[in-house]
């Protein structure tokens, strides 16, 4: 997937960044029920999730990985708005980092 050595470990860091993304909204999707994220975006994530085995380090910019964190971060603000003042969403049990 990606390369090893000094680009290869910035690479291994934003896949990192990536799939954290795309695996917290998928938790979320399977902690919400279906149908409550669009499954058209559903769709997107899990497409990306399956391309990122294929992605080189020369194709992941920070610039991608920032916006990718910036639609997972809005996603989740609508999704708090909807829920309004009622008790925060917990997707995993145990500590907290």
Do not use: W
């Not at 695996?23 to 499954?39: A, C, Q, S, V, Y």
């Not at 559903?42 to 399956?50: A, D, G, P, V």
């Amino acid at each position: 997937m990606f390369r090893r050595g000094r680009n290869g470990e910035r690479s291994k860091h934003f896949r990192a960044r990536v799939e954290s993304c795309v695996n917290t909204i998928l938790d979320l999707n399977n902690h919400l029920g279906e149908g409550k994220i669009r499954p058209e975006i559903i769709k997107q994530f899990l497409r990306l999730k399956e391309s990122l085995q294929h992605v080189s380090e020369g194709s992941v910019s920070e610039q991608d990985v920032t916006r990718i964190e910036q639609a997972t971060n809005q996603l989740l603000e609508e999704i708090r708005a909807a829920y309004g003042d009622q008790k925060p969403l917990v997707l995993y049990e145990g500590d907290r980092h």
